[in-house]
């Protein structure tokens, strides 16, 4: 496993150190549309996806499951959270079929996994708002996979939401360096009306997340 020292990466480390050993619990009540977004990946027999910010593992394993003949990989800033994949992975006696590297998204390259020549689905999964350059990551996203499909699941603005509870789900969020960014839905929207209308994000109550799956080639005009 590839160990990259990072301000961003040293910063994950602290804040889920601990917090690794809960998240899965926890996460489940807010997370919404993850297991949708597996459910709709589609990949083919032999295709290879990376999930950027796998975190503990938990969606890699169900993508292993749902498409056995597919290559798996995971990347994540945090050391600390991939020791919690490393073991999800074990526990599921799937060491074999899904590899993970530490590294940043912004850094996203097949050339970070031992044989990996491409990737034909690339995932985030409730990571572009933990991701700072998050345009930048969606521009490697794009350059890792130009001809595949990028698939994302994330806060929305909350733009909808009853005032006090927007308020405290932003202040619980910010204890995890989590921003939702409505300007990822709304440019995700103006592009996917331009240039692929059949793939509008999927908006989840009153703003709270969406669900988006696409051409990469969608998410290049976004990152510019």
């Known amino acids: 496993m ?13 804040v889920y150190r601990h917090q690794r050993y809960i998240y899965d619990f926890t996460r489940r009540f807010y ?5 949708e977004l597996i459910g709709n990946l589609g990949i083919r027999p032999g295709e290879s996806v990376v999930e950027v910010g796998c975190g503990t593992g938990r969606n890699l394993v169900k993508m292993a499951r749902r498409y056995p003949l597919a290559t798996i990989f995971g990347v994540d800033a945090s050391g600390e959270m991939l020791k919690s994949a490393q ?3 074990e526990r599921a006696n799937m060491t ?5 590297v530490h590294g940043l998204a912004e850094d996203l390259t097949p050339e970070m996994f031992a044989g990996c020549a491409r990737f034909d689905h690339v995932v985030f999964s409730y990571s572009l708002s933990m991701i700072p350059e998050w345009k930048q990551a969606l521009k490697r996203a794009y350059r890792a ?4 499909k990028i698939h994302i ?12 509870f927007a308020w405290l ?12 960014r409505e300007e990822i839905l709304q440019n995700l929207r103006i592009c996917s009306e331009t240039m692929e209308p059949g793939t509008v994000p999927r908006i989840l109550s009153a703003h709270y997340a969406f669900i988006w799956q696409g051409p990469s080639k969608t998410v290049q005009s976004l990152a510019l």
């Open 145 to 148: 996979s130009p001809d595949g």
């Open 2 to 14: 590839l160990t990259v020292p990072t301000d961003h990466g040293a910063l994950m480390d602290k």
């Open 169 to 180: 789900m932003r202040l619980w969020l910010n204890l995890f360096h989590v921003t939702p």
């Open 153 to 164: 699941a994330d806060f929305g603005g909350l733009i909808g939401a009853w005032l006090p």
């Open 31 to 35: 997370l919404a549309g993850r297991d």
């Open 87 to 89: 073991q999800a992975i």
């Open 96 to 100: 074999g079929r899904i590899q993970l």
